[in-house]
């Protein structure tokens, strides 16, 4: 089926990321056989807002106007969910297909959400303080009447934190009368947000590791594990990997990559982080090239960076027994392809990174009941969604003897397809 056949021509989300996406719904749904009036559906968001809002700079004669989109794919499972990006080349192409990402995602994982996501497109970080939250409040204002605890619950993306959440949902509260918490996540924790939000991502990703390890007959005591990008999904990754006696051998970030034989020391790392900005420098290690540390011989590789890192130049020399994805898409699909020939087990990153939007839904089914957990019980809860989806995730591959991220979607899409049918077409 192409975009093309679409009711009403090409969407206006037509971009290359959209056409991406869709090729990819496209591919698991001839799979899977999939009811070709449920397919169709699936393959257009369901509600698409594009604004357009003015907001003032610092040197008060300047107001600029700038784009702003939030687009929610599917209304079927529940309220949508998905977090709103600030950058200079959004668009709602790509806006729309992340929405639909998300859509997968939550249901791989089982949560009562369909996907969503926004954007504004300006540069952050020429903005002060003070413009981005002028520049937030009035974005909130042009998509107030889409979003709420009820229909679609935003949370940050890149460009945007804890702090632009805050004045959301500030804003958000002070125009319909009360505060509403539940309207956002990734929140600061005064106001309602989760406590352990911030490491979900990699603690979740890192949830998987002992499962995957009894998969493949390796032991989690002594892996090697490499990890690409420090970051927030990095960090954490890494941090849990070392608690639970692997030996991180060595990570990467935008100043550069370091290897130890030994293993590295986690929380000194992230220390010196915080102090120096950067892993390059660190001592108790050796520099090496960053793109040589994807090839590393180790046990675990975890690219927590950025899109298309592993790709047919490089898949051939991979020699990690396993692939955990914490970024979105760092695999190309040429890269697939070489690690499905070569027997490298990849975890995908629609059921590897969920930590991050599980915890989110922790905190607002937290923010609705007025009634805040320990983060003990955040973190079983967290291990247990993940493994739950894992281990169904890996019966469906071995049932249908296909890899893990066609297995993934197969039954995020199943899930979908089956509220779907239930609900029927109305009228
Ligand atoms: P972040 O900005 O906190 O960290 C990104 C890290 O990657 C930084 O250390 C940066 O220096 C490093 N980096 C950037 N380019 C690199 C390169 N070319 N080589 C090596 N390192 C590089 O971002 P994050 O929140 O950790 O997100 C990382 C990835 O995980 C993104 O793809 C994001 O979409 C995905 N993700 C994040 C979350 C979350 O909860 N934060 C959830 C799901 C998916």
Known sequence: MALEMEAGGPGEWESPLYREAVAQFDRVADLMNLDENIHERLRSPQRALVVTFPFRRDEYKTVDTVFGYRVQHLHTMGPTKGGIRYAADVNLGEVAALAMLMTWKCSIVGLPFGGAKGGVRVDPTVLSRAEKQRLTRRYTMEIINFIGPDKDIPAPDMGTDEQVMAWLMDTYSTHVGHTEPAVVTGKPPSIGGSIARREATGRGLMSLLPSVASHLSLPVEGSRVVVQGFGNVGQYAALAAHQMGCKVIAVSDISGAIHNDDGLDIDDLMHYVVETKGVADYKESDKIDPDKMLTLDCEFLVPAAVGGVLNEGNAPDVKARAILEGANGPTTGAAD???????????????????????????????????????????????????????????????????????????????????????????
Request: aromatic share 10%.
């Open 337 to 427: 392809e070489v690690f499905r020939e070569n027997g490298v087990f990849l975890v995908p990153d629609v059921l590897a990174n969920a930590g991050g939007v599980t915890v989110s839904y922790f905190e607002w089914v937290q923010d609705l009941q007025n009634y805040f957990w320990s983060e003990a019980e955040i973190v079983a809860r967290l291990r247990e969604i993940m493994n739950r989806a894992f281990s169904e995730v890996l019966d469906t591959s071995i049932r249908q003897q296909t890899d893990m991220r066609t297995a993934a979607l197969i039954k995020g899409i199943r899930r979908v397809t089956d509220a779907k049918l239930a609900r029927g077409v109305y009228p």
